[in-house]
């Protein structure tokens, strides 16, 4: 009588399994093709309710696995119907739980089949499964969030009915700091649960409507969003202007530029609709400030480095032994890895449409690119020489690789650090007359941000 039970017990320990190597596989894909990597608010996740997170889409199949790294939770996506007919993706989807969902404004899908994965989606949420769906539909390069569809709010609305209790709906925004550039940040923010409630005497179109306007609500949130690029761009340099006038560079988290960001975009709106020549004049002073210190190869952050000599040596100290240890390692790895890095970035560029699809791009050719070439590598040290040499090899490559990676810019860092040193040195009256002009500019922002506060206060 026990034997039936054995095969899906079995089955469940292989899904198991999977899934376990799916999150480290997540993981290995962030920590390598990312920068830094900061989750905030995932605590707004219960662990007794069926959870449906609600999240930005602007990174194409990338964004899948982001969002699983960022939780310890196993999350079941809902994906377009067409990425289970791909041979390499239906075995990994349908492994991991994803439900498939079919668009109206495709001839070859079949939407009636919906009402099949909606009522899975019922199921899994009783049974306190997390259902990750992205409303804006697809993936896009906009600075802002796109129209919501209503899949996510009749999904809630159907759950509802189904189970006799409401799921969680949280939602999520993921931001990437610089898109279409190889070691970027990323930064994921779960927010506050989005309020159901809706009146009894409302219609469910009416309530679909509702519940969809709280869901673009929820994920504009946690996102930045600005009118054009043009915008996102002000508000970047603003932030970086004041973040790097203390002498530092980025010590700050993700989640506290993020919230930075997010002020300076609230603020801008508001000066723009109400100081719009205000703005422009003080965009003007800003540009030929940094004009004038790239002309002369200084950041921002130079103007308030105090050469102190304790400062100097431990620099020094610091430098050296990046040169004598840290560049041999990452030249290595450079010497090893030219071939697949730049072939990369080559096809990324040829294959990907738009901006929103350079990541996914980058990973799928950047992994198999190295895996290729790192493979031929260590076979032809195999070949003429033992298997012995060809781990080392191999371990070498990888142990390089992280040192290159880790070192990325610091060449150019340092040749920078010490031209702009030895330019005050020899022109000390540049360095007095670059703080003058920032403190000046430092002055004009704080009577922007005063006057921001009083317009945010008169809007409420």
């Known amino acids: 009588m026990q034997a039936p039970d054995k095969k899906p017990q079995k089955q469940s320990r292989v899904r198991r399994g999977f899934l376990s190597a799916w999150k480290r596989f997540g993981r290995f894909v962030i920590n390598t093709f990312y920068s830094r990597f900061e989750v905030s608010g995932e605590e707004t996740i219960p662990n007794d309710a069926g959870v449906i997170l609600c999240a930005n889409h602007v990174n194409a199949l990338i964004d899948g696995v982001v969002l699983q790294a960022s939780t310890k939770r196993n999350i079941r996506p809902l994906a377009r119907s067409g990425l289970f007919k791909n041979p390499i993706l239906r075995p990994i989807l349908q492994t991991i739980g994803a439900v498939p969902i079919y668009r109206r404004n495709t001839e070859t899908s079949d939407t009636s089949k919906n009402e099949d994965s909606f009522s899975q989606v019922y199921k899994l949420l009783a049974e306190k499964e997390t259902i990750v769906i992205f409303p804006e539909g697809q993936s896009h390069a906009n600075p802002y969030v796109q129209e919501i569809k209503t899949g996510a709010a009749r999904m809630t609305l159907g759950a509802i009915k189904a189970n006799g209790v409401a799921p969680v709906v949280i939602p999520v925004g993921m931001t990437f700091t610089r898109k279409k550039r190889a070691r970027t940040e990323v930064l994921v923010r779960y927010g506050k649960a989005i309020d159901l409630s809706v009146d009894e005497a409302m219609s469910e179109q009416d309530a679909v409507r509702l519940i969809t306007l709280r869901v673009k609500q929820g994920i504009e949130s946690v996102t930045l969003n600005t009118k054009s690029w043009k915008d996102m761009a002000l508000v970047h340099r603003l932030e970086r202007f004041f973040a790097l006038r203390g002498g530092k560079r980025r010590k700050t988290s993700l989640t506290q530029r993020f919230t930075a960001l997010q002020r300076l975009i609230e603020a ?175 002055v004009e922002l704080a009577q922007m941000v005063r006057i921001a506060k009083r317009l945010s206060k008169t809007e409420k």
């Open 268 to 442: 801008q709106d508001l000066l723009q609709q109400h100081e719009p020549d205000k703005v422009r004049s003080l965009m003007s002073k800003m540009r030929m400030f940094e004009r004038l210190c790239n002309a002369c190869g200084i950041d921002h952050y130079h103007l308030a480095v105090n050469y102190k000599p304790l400062f100097l040596i431990l620099y020094t100290l610091r430098t050296l032994g990046i040169v004598l240890i840290g560049f041999p390692i990452a030249l290595w790895g450079i010497l090893n890895s030219i071939i697949p890095f730049k072939l990369t970035e080559y096809l990324t560029r040829k294959l990907s449409k738009d901006v929103d699809q350079y990541d996914t791009a980058r990973v799928l050719i950047g992994m198999s690119a190295f895996s290729l070439f790192w493979g031929i590598q260590s076979y032809l040290i195999y070949d003429n020489f033992s298997l012995h040499w060809a781990i080392i090899y191999l371990t070498s490559l990888f142990i390089s690789a992280v040192v290159a990676i880790s070192l990325q810019g610091e060449y150019r860092c340092t040749l920078v650090n010490l031209k702009v040193f030895f330019l005050f040195m020899r022109k000390q009256d540049l360095k007095a007359y670059l703080e003058t002009k920032r403190d000046e500019l430092e």
